[in-house]
């Protein structure tokens, strides 16, 4: 039996590392680029011209970025796997049990002041 939580909170936790990569990860590549076979790199903004700028700080940021969308990812796949192969749900104490033909609930109900 496998814990759906766990399932649902991997699906998320992937979904939103791809949704993050695909909305953001195109301002990020070009730094490896510029250095590689330029060595400057330059700041670009829509108003304004081109800025050259220290190319590690760049490198830097783009490390970062990718840093969190693998945390993303891995936190989603580790989910998904603890999910899959979790039973906790089935795993209940019968004294823990609330709900429906719960025995608490059967000793409350004959109970009445």
Known sequence: MSDMRFILIGIGLTFAGFIVLGVFGEQYQAATFEENEF??????????????????FKVMDQTVFFALVIGLLGAGAIALVKGARGDWDSKVKPEDVVGP???QN?????KQD
């Not at 059967?106 to 004959?110: L, Q, V």
């Open 106 to 110: 059967e000793d409350s109900e004959g």
């Open 39 to 56: 060595g400057t790199c330059y700041e670009y903004f829509e108003d304004k011209p081109p800025q050259e700028i220290n190319c590690s």
């Open 101 to 103: 033909g719960s025995s």
